[in-house]
C-alpha cells in the first residue's frame, strides 16, 4: 500500500472517532502500520492541518484543513441538498437571513445561506468561511453539543471581544452554554456584530448527535420589544425539520 493510501488509511481511522480523538497506540493497532511509517505520516499530517495533536491528551483529530476541504464538498452534497427545503422554508417565513453551518476544528464553517437582496446590513457569512464559536449562535449550539474535548479546548482559549456584549470568562459562557441545551437554542444578541440579533439551533443525525445548525439573523430592532415565542417555535421547527432523527 502506497504512503498516500496509509494515510488516508490513518485519516479515516481517526475521523471515525472525532468525537474523542485517538492516540498513537490505538493509531497503530487499527492501521496496522510500522511505527516509524504511522509516526512519520502522523507528523506530516499534523504539519498539513489535516490532523491535529493535543498534548493534554495524546490525541490526534481531524484539522481545520481537512474540515475546511469537507465543507466545500458538502456545501454541495447530502447535509446542504438534506436541509435546503428546512432554510428555504424558515427563509419565507421569517424573512431575513437563514444560514446552515457545520462544526470544524475550533471554529463554526458556512456551509449554506438564503439572503434576500435588500437586506439592509452587510452579514460575513460567505459559504465556506469560519465563525467563532464563543460569540455566535450556531457557534453556541456546537459548543453546547460537541465534546468535552471541544469545550475544554475553546474555553482555555482566548475568548476574543468583539462587542461590549460578547461573552468572554470562561465560567459565564459555561453558563449560556447550559442553557443552550436546556432551551434547545441560542441567542447572540449583538455579540459578534453590533444590531444584529441570531436565533440559532441544532441539527441533529440518525443517531441523535448534533451534525449542524441553522441560525435566523434579524437587524436587533426586530427584536427590541423581546423575540416572541412564535419566533423561537418557528427556528426550532424547522431545524426539527432538517434533522434526520
Known sequence: MSSLANAFHIIEHV???????????????????PRSSAHRLLKELTALGVLTYEPET???????????????????LDIRQACRPALKALHETAGNVVTLSICGEDSGIYIDKIEASDFGLRLHSEIGKSFPLHCTAMGK??????????????????????????????????????????????????????????????????????????????????????????????VLAH????SLS
Not at 475521523?15 to 502500520?33: D, P, W
Not at 495524546?58 to 454541495?76: C, D, E, I, P
Not at 444584529?196 to 443525525?205: D, Y
Not at 431545524?239 to 432538517?242: E, G, R, W
Request: with cysteine.
Open 15 to 33: 475521523v471515525a472517532e472525532q468525537a474523542n480523538g485517538l492516540n498513537f497506540t490505538q493509531i497503530l493497532k487499527r492501521s496496522s502500520l
Open 239 to 242: 431545524a426539527k425539520q432538517a
Open 58 to 76: 495524546k490525541t490526534y483529530r481531524g484539522g481545520f484543513s481537512l474540515a475546511a476541504l469537507g465543507a466545500q464538498v458538502t456545501s454541495n
Open 141 to 234: 449550539v456546537h459548543l453546547a453539543h460537541g465534546s468535552d474535548t471541544l469545550r475544554r479546548r475553546v474555553l482555555s482559549g482566548k475568548l476574543e471581544a468583539y462587542t461590549e456584549a460578547t461573552i468572554t470568562k470562561p465560567k459565564d459562557l459555561m453558563s449560556e452554554l447550559e442553557r443552550v441545551r436546556t432551551q434547545g437554542y441560542a441567542i447572540d444578541d449583538e455579540e459578534i456584530s453590533r444590531g444584529l440579533t441570531c436565533i440559532g439551533a441544532p441539527i441533529f443525525g440518525l443517531n441523535g448527535e448534533v451534525i449542524a445548525a441553522m441560525s435566523l439573523t434579524a437587524p436587533s430592532h426586530v427584536y427590541e420589544n423581546g423575540i416572541s415565542g412564535t419566533v423561537l417555535q418557528s
